[in-house]
């Protein structure tokens, strides 16, 4: 759907320098998705993983992110083999919905209500990032913690729109149950891609 390069804003790896690889296509149907426009893939030109590989060589940072849309929905074995030749560090972002495929330095495991994760990428994710939109989310945060590994990262992130009412809780929530950590969308605040 698109690439461009801008700096993490969510999660563990908040701060480094990436290349984004959008990927269009997720039949998820979260409500509250701030990429809506990535669902439709057919919306999408195809761009090829070559092209887009050769794209992220040139820039400084050697980190990708592939998002999307569900990037789980295709198989990344042979995008995430060209980018790791090219000597550039692999992440993911995904909801789990689909089989796990691609080889990752970073696997962001961000569930959803509306698809359950496959539990091959729960036991395979450095870090889980679960969105807070009311509060029977922290309920679902931890019951997801208990199928990820014992060294995977826990972050809360405040959904956006509700982020004024939420991001006290979580606060509040971090204080009281330290093995998690806040994660914001500091990209939103920066007003960077
Ligand atoms: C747009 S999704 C794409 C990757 C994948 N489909 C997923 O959901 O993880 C990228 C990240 O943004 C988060 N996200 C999407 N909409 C959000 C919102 N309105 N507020 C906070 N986080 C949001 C998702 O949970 C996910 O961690
Ligand atoms: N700067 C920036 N950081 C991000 N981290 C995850 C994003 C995503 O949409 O997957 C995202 C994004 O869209 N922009
Ligand atoms: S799974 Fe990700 S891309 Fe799909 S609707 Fe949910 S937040 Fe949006
Ligand atoms: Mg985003």
Not at 78 to 94: D, H, P, S
Not at 136 to 152: I, L, N, R, Y
Request: glycine share 6%.
């Amino acid at each position: 759907m698109e690439e461009f390069y801008t700096i993490q804003g969510e999660g563990y790896n908040t701060g480094k320098a990436a290349y984004f690889i959008r990927l269009g296509g997720c039949d998820v149907g979260c409500h509250w998705c701030d990429v809506k426009e990535s669902w439709d893939a057919e919306l999408h030109a195809l761009t090829s993983a070559d092209t887009i590989v050769e794209h992220a060589a040139q820039h400084p940072a050697k980190n990708v992110v592939v998002t999307g849309g569900e990037p789980l929905i295709y198989n990344l074995d042979y995008l995430t083999a060209q980018l790791k030749i090219n000597g550039i560090r692999t992440f993911i972002e995904t909801s789990g919905a689909y089989p796990l495929s691609g080889n990752w330095d970073w696997i962001c495991l961000s569930p959803k209500k509306f698809k359950a994760p496959s539990p091959d990428v729960a036991v395979m994710a450095n870090e889980l990032k679960v969105i807070i939109f009311n509060k029977s989310d922290f309920e679902f945060a931890e019951q997801h913690a208990k199928t990820v590994s014992p060294d995977c990262k826990l972050f809360l992130q405040p959904e956006w729109s509700k982020a004024k009412e939420m991001t006290p809780l979580i606060v509040d929530y971090v204080m009281n149950n330290p093995q998690w950590e806040i994660s914001l969308q500091t990209h939103k605040f920066l007003n960077i891609p």
